[in-house]
T-cell receptor, first 110, second 111 residues
Framework: QQQVKQSPQSLIVQKGGISIINCAYE??????FPWYQQFPGKGPALLIA?????SEKKEGRFTISFNKSAKQFSLHIMDSQPGDSATYFC?????????FGSGTKLNVKP | SQTIHQWPATLVQPVGSPLSLECTVE??????LYWYRQAAGRGLQLLFY??????ISSEVPQNLSASRPQDRQFILSSKKLLLSDSGFYLC??????????FGPGTRLLVL
């Protein structure tokens, strides 16, 4: 049973466009929600994270929107660039364990 | 600053051979340590995590085992590798803060 569901599986966006990746969860015990960016052959790198008491967090071109009542959160990448082409994972933490979405492969076309 | 190391970076092993992957963390003490496996084009599967020396929690019954002989060292092992053990193995650590940080990974190919 997958605790964090992520969509879409893949995404193609034109340069300068907005990339949106969505995640949903059921366990209300989750208390921390990070997003990771992974390039081929590399380990995932933390991109941005949010706590459930905050509805939005922005860092540069990356924004997390969090809807606690709907148990959903999303990553928005503004002004998407070819260098953003990577796989993105959402995650949720419960105590010592992190649960990951299945990943979204983003391709930003020049 | 904290850094995490994994070695080897790449490994090709025959079926039935033993395995030992090592992960070490620098610049922090008493971290939580994690082993994940990532199949090609897939998500991250938590294999083991440890909150202290000698304390190992296994998440998925399988052909692998983990040990934590020192505070900042985490080892993933197998006595006999299976073809299905192929994948990208990631070590991660979490300190007092909330965030989990990943190492560079070890790509294992079992032939």
């Amino acid at each position: 049973q997958q605790q964090v569901k992520q969509s879409p599986q893949s995404l193609i966006v034109q340069k300068g466009g907005i990339s949106i990746i969505n995640c949903a969860y059921e366990n209300t015990a989750f208390d921390y929600f990070p997003w990771y960016q992974q390039f081929p052959g590399k380990g995932p790198a933390l991109l941005i994270a949010i706590r459930p008491d905050v509805s939005e967090k922005k860092e540069g071109r990356f924004t997390i929107s969090f809807n606690k009542s709907a148990k959903q959160f999303s990553l928005h990448i503004m002004d998407s660039q070819p260098g953003d082409s990577a796989t993105y994972f959402c995650a949720a933490r419960n105590f010592n364990k992190f649960y990951f979405g299945s990943g979204t492969k983003l391709n930003v076309k020049p | 600053s904290q850094t995490i190391h994994q070695w080897p970076a790449t490994l090709v092993q025959p079926v039935g051979s033993p395995l030992s992957l090592e992960c070490t963390v620098e610049g922090t003490s008493n971290p939580n340590l994690y082993w994940y496996r990532q199949a090609a084009g897939r998500g991250l599967q938590l294999l083991f995590y440890s909150v202290g020396i000698g304390q190992i929690s296994s998440e998925v019954p399988q052909n692998l085992s983990a040990s934590r002989p020192q505070d900042r060292q985490f080892i993933l092992s197998s006595k006999k590798l299976l073809l299905s053990d192929s994948g990208f193995y990631l070590c991660a650590w979490r300190g007092p803060a909330e965030t989990q940080y990943f190492g560079p990974g070890t790509r294992l190919l079992v032939l």
